[in-house]
């Protein structure tokens, strides 16, 4: 089993920037893919940036593209989402999630723990 607890969401002006923190426990995650996903109010989850699990190999939704760094550090069992540059629809409840697998996904259903999520708010 792998826990994950999601931090730093919060208010924040349009053009403004958040670091969201995952910190995980349980079973390591230093193998795994990781994902950070969100979910607005009356729309699909939906996928925001992937990182596999040495690092080197990334990817992000087009929406955010430039705008978010997701990093990762394997000794700490954490995960990082920068956001800059934020706008308001970019405003969501963000979840952490993780992967049983090395391979780099986007698909929800190929990631196999959550965290509870994040509300991040951009007002304009």
């Known amino acids: 089993q792998v826990q994950l607890v999601e931090s730093g969401g919060g208010l924040v002006q349009a053009g403004g920037s958040l670091r969201l923190s995952c910190a995980a426990s349980?079973?390591?995650?230093?193998?795994?893919?990781m994902g950070w996903f969100r979910q607005a109010p009356g729309k699909e989850r939906e996928f925001v940036a992937a990182?596999?699990?040495?690092?080197?190999?990334?990817y992000y939704a087009d929406s955010v593209k430039g705008r978010f760094t997701i990093s990762r550090d394997n000794v700490k069992n954490m995960v990082y989402l920068q956001m800059n540059v934020l706008k308001p629809e970019d405003t969501a409840v963000y979840y952490c999630a993780a992967t049983g697998t090395v391979a780099l996904t986007t698909a929800p259903t190929r990631y196999d723990y959550w965290g509870q999520g994040t509300q991040v708010t951009v007002s304009s």
């Open positions: 990182i596999r699990w040495s690092g080197g190999s990334t």
């Open positions: 349980g079973r390591t995650i230093s193998t795994r893919t």
